[in-house]
């Protein structure tokens, strides 16, 4: 997969909008919420332009019900792809565009996690200009490998991750 960290698009929003409206569709009453994550819903975060999505369920074993509406949509239905208690959805193959990251509504670690970087970063412009400057040089640096892209971030991740919920406990 190519990595590649783009400047901010004002585009990524309504993306976020339009996909989560046919996810919404699929899942119907078992949805009880659906939020924009990760670094495209953060205005002025440099990002990969991949929408990440998170639906919060009712019953996790529920979803494998709906693989093939989500097939439909262009999705391949991972499972929990290494993280108990979520279903994994990515869209594009190799020029992914979409990954949709479902949790059970009672998952409140993996949720608030999720949330409270979103919500930081968003908070913290200084912390997001720093964290863009990370995911862009690690991107120079491995364009053609995710997975020396990823282990480079992650403990600017783990420590971000920290601060978020910090920060999200006072409030």
């Known amino acids: 997969m190519h990595v590649v960290v783009t400047a901010y698009q004002d585009d990524w929003e309504q993306e976020f909008e339009e996909e989560s409206h046919k996810i919404k569709e699929i899942l119907g009453n078992e949805l009880v ?11 002025g975060l440099k990002a990969k332009p991949i929408i990440d999505i998170m639906p919060v369920v009712k019953e ?40 949709v990251h479902v949790f059970q509504e ?6 608030t996690r999720h949330l409270a970087v979103r919500d930081y970063l968003r908070a913290h412009p200084d912390e997001a200009a720093l964290y863009g400057n990370v995911k862009e040089s690690l991107a ?19 420590e971000l991750e920290k601060k978020a919920l910090a920060w999200h406990n006072m409030g």
């Open 33 to 43: 919420h659906i939020y924009h994550i990760g670094s495209t819903a953060v205005p």
């Open 60 to 99: 996790i074993s529920k979803i494998d019900s709906f693989n093939e509406q989500m097939k439909s949509l262009g999705y391949e239905c991972m499972g929990e792809l290494g993280m108990k208690g979520r279903r994994y959805f990515r869209k594009g193959g190799d020029h992914r565009t979409h990954q």
């Open 106 to 111: 009672d998952n409140k670690k993996d949720i």
């Open 140 to 158: 120079r640096q491995y364009p053609r490998d995710i997975e020396s892209y990823m282990d480079g971030k992650d403990a600017f991740v783990q």
